[in-house]
Structure formats: C-alpha cells, structure tokens
C-alpha cells in the first residue's frame, strides 16, 4: 500500500564515490551516471530504465558512461546539493523497482533561473514548455521538494517539484513521487520577483480530477448520479479545464455558482463535498445556511463578507492564475429566502441575500469562486440569486431509479462482501427492484437496519458478557426484508394507509363494480404507457358505503406505481384552513418528485367542509384543488388523481366536477350482486342465500358487511368465530332481526 503513495521497494543500499557529471550537457538531463558494470548490477530483469534511489530521498534514472569508473555515481551539481554530497563523498545507492499504479498525473513545479537575471523578466508559454519538458523528462521519477535543471529557449532553468500526484490521489500525502508520462499534467508557478512570466497556463482548479484516465463516482460513495454529474461538469467545470486565453477568446465567464435540489436524503450534500474535495484548489469551505447568522447588526453581512476574503486576495495578486475557491452553502433556503418574505422586523435575511450577489456578480465580481448551494425547498429561494451570472446551474439531485439504487445498495454492501459478511442468497437487482422512491439515505438505513438483524443474532440477552463469533456473522436476504418493513421511503406509497380503506377481504361485488374497476385500471396503464396528458383525473361518485374508496385504494395498489398517498378529512382534524391547504399541496409537490404517481382525494366533500345546511364549504380548498387538478405535472412526471364523493351534486353546483376527465358511478349492490358477495363469504346455508340477499336487495358494500357482521354473532352472544371458520352458519331468522334493527324500512 505505501507504493500507492509513490515509495516503492528497494534493495539493500551500496555505496559509491560520488564525481562530477562528464559535461555541461549531461547535466542538463537530470540523469545519473554510472559505469556498465554497475549498470548492470542495479538493473532489474524485463524494465527498460534502471531507477536508483540516492541518499534517502531522490529517485534517479541511471545510465551507463565509459568515463565513469566502477563503483562511482557521476551527479550533477543540482543533485548533489539536493542529497548533500560533494565530489568525492560516499552516497548510499540502491535497486528502486516502482509500484504498481505510479504515474504522475499532476506535477506542480516552481520556475527560477539557475543564475538569477536582475532586472528581466522572462515570458513563458505554459503550453510549449510543457511539450519540451515531457519530451526530455519522460519515464522519470519525480519526487515532492526535488530540484531539477534544464534548458529552454536558450536559457538554463531550475524547477522544484512542489506536488507531484499519482493517479486517483485526492491529497498529497507525504514524500510523493510518481514517473511523468504524457498524460501528466503540469503546472508552472513562479514568484513573482523572479522575473519568470507564466502564460497559456491551465487553471489547476479542475485539471487533477479531470485529467484522470477513469473517474469512477462509486469509488468516491456515489451512486445512482452519473447523469447529474455529467450535467454539473459540462455546465460548471468544463471552461476550467482549458487555458485562460481560450476562454477569453470565447468570450465567456465560468460558471460562479450551481444549486443542486432536491428530496432530502438523495445525496445533494455528498455530491458537493466530494466535488469540492477534488478539486485541485483550495479547501473547500463548507457552511450551514444558519451558521453566518448573528445576532448583533451587520455581523451576519460580515460573516458573508469574510466567505470571499480568501478568493478576493487570491484574484488581486494571481489574477487568472488564483486557485479555485469553493464555498458550499448547506440548506441555503434557511438565509436565502425572497426578499421581503421574512417579517422578522431586522431585514438580516434580505442584507444576506444582498451580500452574497454583490459578492458573486457585483462590480468586483469574482472569477475564481464557486459557490454551490444546496435546498429541499428551491421555491423559497430569492429569484435573484437563481438568474444567470449567480446560481445559474440548477441540478435536480432526484430520488434514484432502479439502476441508480442497485449502485447505491452496492456501494454500502461492498465492505461485508470483501469480509465474507454477505449471505449467498442475497440479491441486490431484488432488493433495487422493491425499494422504490427510497432515497440514497433510505437505502442507508435499509443496509444499516439489515445489519442490526444479523449482529442481534449472535447476542445473547441472558450473557451479554458471552464471546461473539465474528466469522458467523452472515447478513441474508430475510435480513434485508425485514428491514424494508423497518425503513420505510418518505416518498413511497402509503401501503397501511391504503389497506386500512378496504380492511373487509375483497371480493367480486359483481359485473358493474368489476366494469368500473377494469376502466379505472385503463387509466392507469395510460399513465405507466406515457401517452397523452400527463395528468389524468378521475373521479369516483356513487352513495355513501358503496365501495369507492376501498375501489380507489384497491387501484393505487394494484398500480405498482411508486408513489401512492390518500387524502383524507380525518388526517387534518383541527387544522385551518391554510394549514389544509399546505398539506394538500405537499402531496402533490410530493408526487412530483417520482416519475409516476397515484393520489386518491378520498370524500372530497369532506375537505371541502361541505355542510348541507346553507350549503358551507371552504372557498380556500375549493380553489385549491381546483388549481392544483389544473396543473401539470413537471416534463417527464405523470399523475394520476382519484377523487370519491358521495354528493355528486354539491360537486357540480361548486364546479369542482368538471376538474375531472372522466367519472363512473358506483351503484349498490343490486340481489344478484349480494348473492355472489355472501356466497364468497360463506357464511350462509345454500338454501339461504336467496332469501338473504333478496331481503337486502339495493344496499352499499360497506354497510352489507356490517349487516354479516352483526348477524355473525348469534343471538345468544356467542363468538362469531364458529361462523367465520366455516363450523357453523347465519341463522336466518337472526339475520332478519338485524337487518330490522338497521333498516327499519326495509323489511
């Protein structure tokens, strides 16, 4: 693993007699020199270039010369300087074999003259010098702090390697070194009293990362957004990998600032880190919305103020060659809201609001930061800060497809996969399969939740003290289903809440009940097809009890589709009216989010506070809704609402109705209906049946259910379970008086 840093192996050190290199050209070549004997001795068998280390810090590539005599190492002055020797000292030399994975893919160095030029300044095109220096120091190694001559144009230079980065490396860490290959990537610096001039040099800020042969975002804890990633580097980091003059040529500005948006939980936040961690600049500064508040006057200003401080200092002395600044705003809607919004009495949130767009686009914009904000709600942002020149790239960070989730179940299993941890029957397509509208930090929880199963397995509650078995520990599939019951998405379907609609088993209530249903289902494949408007209404009329809501539930799960929520009065008891009217529009911002959607608003009359006396109703849910079935969902959503009522008329009267692209009816149950339904429940003598369902002839689903029920206790009080097992049967006389008590009328 120390390889993976740029150390290396290597054998066991001899010394030789440090001279002089033969002449002034070689010294120019950053070699070492050694006679063909020795050559020999440290060359290692199949590699084409023979590496040494010199001293303990300096990796050199070493070539034969007749001049040099055996057990000597000719260095130039540059080098012995670096390893502390002079002509005629020992140095210690041994055998350096590279690791695995050693190329260079970014190489910082510092210019200087080697003999410095009083009063001159030097001008160099980053482009061409880069050409010349991997043509002569191709295949070396190259080591941080490391001093190495050579010449351009004419005039001798020295660099020192500041960084050199290997592959994949996100930090440099220790003494770095790596080998230059064409692929790496450098970057000239030089004081600015040295009297070198830097032009046509790239911006560092993006080309470490973007210089990489493969940059995989799973490596990083990232799945499920290669889409939105490739969307954010086109729009925001793509003018920064190329030279200053060829944007000016453009005549561009980069991108200063990018919101990225969306559900909670789906990874907005990991994706701004670890794009601020790559990035080859300075550290990103990472800030909660309400951390800059203050309580005194102008603190909250000046703690904006001091974000940019760095970047403004940077811009004044570096110009286009300033590092990159990154400032991560998390949860900005909590300090960026509309201007004016806030009735707080300080205006902090507006002077918030003010400060940050003067910093990013005011006369002294900055051209070296990027500020990347971060909201579940982007609706109560200022539409200021959201026009171009500011927050311009928006990126909607969505709950993850099957795929997305099947990347990011894998990213949290791979550590107890590598372990052995992970049961054989465990399947992830499976598991991304169920787990619809789950967030990246749902699925999370899921792995977490799964785990928690397999380690309680090998506790024991009567001898916490007990050794555990580390090697039995196996996390398996039942593990992960159980868990799927414990975390449940926030955005899925309300799975209890529709089965508490139609808690009675369901049954086949007939030909006109099954009609209904089987259009109902029509709308639904419309939907799952993607023909046609995305918004599709229907609405569910029919007497109180007649089975439209157990109907509409038994739709929404029947449908799959990844979102499903019920409306319903009783879930807003006491609320006001505003308050009603939020909750109902969260469900519909709600469904919003996933590509397919189901809400049932289930006895609309109810949340519209229907009282038939006067009539009464709320004006503010009526337009509301009315609105709301009027809007369209956003591109690529689809939405389909069911609404139920039991006065069909109020609904017309209130215009409500007309809301709706198609309505059924769903009628009583007529005898030959109540016949097939208590012939399904068995609870009746076949001799029975007529005469029990001509008796209830014309009643509601729900209330024929209450009728058995009631009638299922017999007469004497005893259990009704005799009946519901199939032991014993309705009395008929019993189930005459019931049906007495409850319809009078009727019979």
């Known amino acids: 693993m120390a390889g993976r840093f740029g150390f290396g192996s290597s054998a066991a050190a001899d010394l030789l007699t440090v001279v002089n290199t033969p002449n002034q050209d070689l010294a120019l070549t950053n070699f070492a020199y050694c006679s063909p004997t020795d050559l020999n001795r440290f060359a290692s068998p199949g590699s084409r270039d023979v590496f040494v280390l010199v001293g303990d810090s300096v990796v050199l590539t070493l070539r034969a010369h007749q001049n040099i005599s055996i057990n000597h190492i000719a260095l130039n002055a540059i080098q012995r300087r670096h390893t502390r020797v002079s002509s005629g000292d020992q140095v210690s030399v041994s055998k350096f074999i590279p690791p695995d994975n050693f190329d260079l893919v970014l190489l910082r160095v510092d210019l200087d003259f080697v003999k410095g030029k009083a009063n001159r300044t030097e001008q160099l095109d980053a482009a061409i010098l880069a050409q010349q220096l991997h043509k002569k120091f191709i295949n070396q190694v190259m080591t941080t702090g490391q001093k190495v001559s050579f010449e351009f144009c004419g005039t001798n230079y020295i660099f020192t390697v500041n960084q050199a980065l290997l592959e994949g490396q996100v930090d440099a860490k220790g003494l770095d070194r790596g080998i230059i290959s064409t692929e790496t990537y450098f970057v000239f610096e030089a004081s600015p009293n040295s009297g070198i001039k830097i032009i046509n040099q790239r911006e560092a800020a993006s080309s470490k990362i973007f210089r990489h042969k493969e940059f995989n975002l799973e490596k990083l804890g990232i799945g499920g957004l290669n889409t939105e990633f490739v969307e954010i580097f086109r729009r925001a980091f793509a003018s920064r990998v190329f030279p200053a003059h060829v944007v000016n040529k453009l005549g561009i500005k980069h991108v200063k600032g990018m919101l990225l948006y969306g559900p909670p939980g789906t990874g907005k936040t990991l994706m701004a880190r670890q794009i601020g961690k790559l990035l080859n600049g300075m550290e990103p500064k990472i800030v909660n919305g309400p951390e800059v508040l203050s309580k005194y006057v102008g603190e909250t200003e000046k703690n904006v103020r001091d974000l940019f401080a760095d970047a403004e200092n940077d811009q004044r002395t570096k110009g286009d060659a300033s590092d990159l600044h990154v400032i991560i705003f998390d949860e900005i809607d909590a300090i960026c809201k509309s201007r004016g919004s806030t009735r707080d009495g300080t205006g902090v949130h507006d002077g918030i609001v003010n400060q940050l767009l003067t910093k990013i686009d005011g006369v002294e914009s900055l051209n070296n930061v990027l500020l990347i904000g971060m909201t579940n709600r982007k609706d109560l942002l200022d539409e200021a800060l959201l026009r171009p020149g500011r927050l311009e790239v928006h990126v909607e960070i969505s709950l993850p497809d099957e795929n997305g989730r099947l990347q990011i179940l894998q990213i949290h299993t791979n550590k107890m996969k590598e372990n052995s941890f992970l049961a054989a029957d465990v399947s992830l397509q499976e598991l991304a399969a169920r787990t619809k509208n789950y967030s990246g930090a749902e699925l999370e929880g899921v792995v977490k939740s799964a785990v928690s199963y397999a380690l309680n397995r090998q506790i024991s509650l009567d001898d916490l003290t007990k050794p555990l078995d580390e090697e039995s520990i196996k996390v398996t599939m039942d593990d992960f289903l159980n868990a799927l019951h414990e975390i449940v998405p926030a955005f899925g379907a309300s799975t209890d809440d529709l089965e508490r609609c139609r808690l009675n088993e369901i049954v086949d209530c007939g030909e006109r009940h099954k009609y209904i249903q089987a259009r109902a289902m029509l709308l639904v494949e419309e939907i799952k097809v993607g023909l046609g408007s995305p918004l599709v209404k229907c609405l569910l009329e029919g007497p109180s009890g007649s089975g439209k809501t157990a109907m509409a539930a038994t739709i929404g799960l029947e449908s799959d589709f990844p979102f499903v929520k019920i409306i319903s009065a009783e879930t807003m008891i006491g609320l006001s009216e505003a308050s009603k009217c939020a909750q109902i529009v969260k469900v519909f911002e709600d469904a919003y989010k996933s590509l397919r959607s189901i809400i ?135 189930f005459f008086d019931i049906l007495r008590d409850i319809s009078p009328n009727r019979y």
């Not at 389909?640 to 009628?667: R, W």
Request: glycine fraction near 6%.
């Open 600 to 734: 049932i608003l289930d006895d609309i009359e109810r949340l519209l506070e229907f009282v038939p006396i006067g009539p009464r109703f709320s004006t503010l849910i009526l337009q509301t809704l009315l609105l709301l079935l009027k809007r369209l969902p956003p591109k690529g959503k689809r939405l389909l609402v069911i609404g139920t009522t039991s006065v069909m008329g109020f609904l017309e009267s209130v215009v409500i109705s007309d809301a709706f692209s198609v309505s059924y009816h769903v009628p009583e149950l007529n005898k030959e209906d109540v016949k097939k339904v208590l012939k399904q429940l068995k609870v009746f003598r076949e001799g029975d049946l007529d005469y029990a369902a001509e008796a209830v002839n014309e009643i509601p689903i729900k209330k024929l259910y209450m009728l058995v029920e009631m009638a299922s206790v017999g007469a004497d009080g005893k259990s009704a379970e005799a009946i519901y097992s199939g032991q014993e049967k309705i009395d008929l006389n019993h």
